[in-house]
Nanobody, 124 residues
Framework: QVQLVESGGGLVQAGSSLRLLCTASGLTFNDHVMGWFRQAPGKEREFVAGLTWNGNTTNYSASVQGRSTIWRNKNSVSLNMHNLVPEDTAIYYC???????????????????WGQGTQVTVSS
């Protein structure tokens, strides 16, 4: 039973930073790419950042490039976001890819397991 649980969301002010944490259980971490996605009301779910367990490779969307960092620590994956802007407001989801994936994927369909999400609201 794979379970992904996100934490760290909340209401923050623009210009501040936050750290999102995804804790995984029931998962062989080296067999999966891990990713963070976000979805705002009325919009498609979009890729934010991804991490390969085997290759130690990271990838970021253009909207967060340069102000975000994703890393793995044992059974968890974290996302640090800096200089937050109101456009970052969304529900943030942690996801684990299908087991055959070895490089970072940006399509939601490439991910087999999802957390329930954590709300991030950035006020101006």
């Amino acid at each position: 039973q794979v379970q992904l649980v996100e934490s760290g969301g909340g209401l923050v002010q623009a210009g501040s930073s936050l750290r999102l944490l995804c804790t995984a259980s029931g998962l062989t971490f080296n067999d999966h790419v891990m990713g963070w996605f976000r979805q705002a009301p009325g919009k498609e779910r979009e890729f934010v950042a991804g991490l390969t367990w085997n290759g130690n490779t990271t990838n970021y969307s253009a909207s967060v490039q340069g102000r975000s960092t994703i890393w793995r620590n044992k059974n968890s994956v974290s996302l640090n976001m800096h200089n937050l802007v109101p456009e970052d407001t969304a529900i943030y989801y942690c996801a684990a890819s299908w087991s055959s994936r070895t490089d970072v994927r940006e399509r939601p369909s490439e991910y087999a397991y999802w957390g329930q999400g954590t709300q991030v609201t950035v006020s101006s």
